[in-house]
C-alpha cells in the first residue's frame, strides 16, 4: 500500500507577490485620497478664513456708517475718498447713549495703511466727553481691493460728503492656498447712515 503525498497548505511565492502587488496599490491609492483630501481642506479652510476676515471687517464698517451723523470729507491728514471713509458719530456716554448729537462727536476714520496698503486700519478720535477711546487698530489685512462709494460714485468724485446718505462698501481679501493660486474673496454692500436720516 502506497503512501500519498501530504497536501502543502500555504502560498506560493507568485500569489504572495500578487498579494503584495495589490496591497501596495491599494495603499497608493489610499495615499492619494487622504493627500487630495488634505489639500481640499487647506483650499477651504484658507476661503472660508479670508471670507470670515472680510465679513467681519464689513460688518464693524457697516455698524458704524449706520450710527453715523455724516461723512466728512477730512480730518487731520486724512481725507475722504474711494479708500478712506470718515464719519462724524454722536459721542456716546459709558451706558453707550448718545451725550449730545448736535454738539459732541467723535470722528471714525477707516482707511488702508500707507506703510502697508494690504492692512485695512480703523482710526478713532474721541471727543473728550466721550466713552470711546482714541484707538488705531488693524481690522483686516490681505485687503486686494477697497473701495468707498455712494450712489455708483467713488468717494474720491464726490465734493459734498456730508451729502452722502447712503455709502456702498465694497473690499476683496485674498490669501494663498496650500496649492499656491490666490484665492479672492469678494463683499459688497450698501449701509444707511441712520443718524442723519433720523436728523439727528
Known amino acids: 500500500m502506497g503512501y500519498a503525498k501530504p497536501k502543502i497548505i500555504g502560498f506560493t511565492i507568485a500569489e504572495l507577490m500578487v498579494a503584495a502587488s495589490i496591497a501596495l496599490m491599494a495603499f497608493a491609492v489610499l495615499f492619494y485620497i487622504s493627500f487630495t483630501i488634505q489639500d481640499d481642506i487647506g483650499i477651504t479652510s484658507s476661503v472660508l478664513g479670508i471670507s470670515e476676515k472680510g465679513r467681519l471687517a464689513i460688518d464693524r464698517i457697516s455698524k458704524d456708517i449706520r450710527k453715523a451723523k455724516s461723512v466728512i470729507s477730512s480730518y487731520g491728514s486724512y481725507t475722504s475718498g474711494n479708500t478712506t471713509l470718515i464719519l462724524r458719530i454722536p459721542s456716546i456716554d459709558i451706558n453707550g447713549d448718545i451725550i449730545d448729537p448736535k454738539t459732541y462727536f467723535d470722528t471714525i476714520i477707516y482707511t ?8 485695512l486700519l480703523y482710526i478713532v478720535n474721541a471727543n473728550a466727553v466721550s ?3 482714541n ?4 481690522v483686516t489685512q ?28 465694497k473690499i476683496i481679501t485674498s490669501t494663498t492656498a496650500l496649492a499656491g493660486s490666490p484665492r479672492l474673496n469678494k463683499i459688497t454692500t450698501s449701509i444707511s447712515l ?6 439727528l
Do not use: H, Q, Y
Request: charged content about 15%; overall charge positive; glycine content about 8%.
Open 135 to 138: 484707538a488705531t487698530e488693524i
Open 131 to 133: 466713552s470711546r477711546n
Open 194 to 199: 441712520r443718524n442723519k436720516s433720523k436728523g
Open 142 to 169: 490681505n485687503v486686494n481691493t477697497l473701495l468707498f462709494s455712494s450712489n455708483g460714485i467713488g468717494l474720491s468724485s464726490i465734493t459734498d460728503t456730508a451729502s452722502i446718505i447712503t455709502v456702498t462698501v
Open 112 to 119: 488702508l495703511d500707507p506703510g502697508n496698503p494690504v492692512r
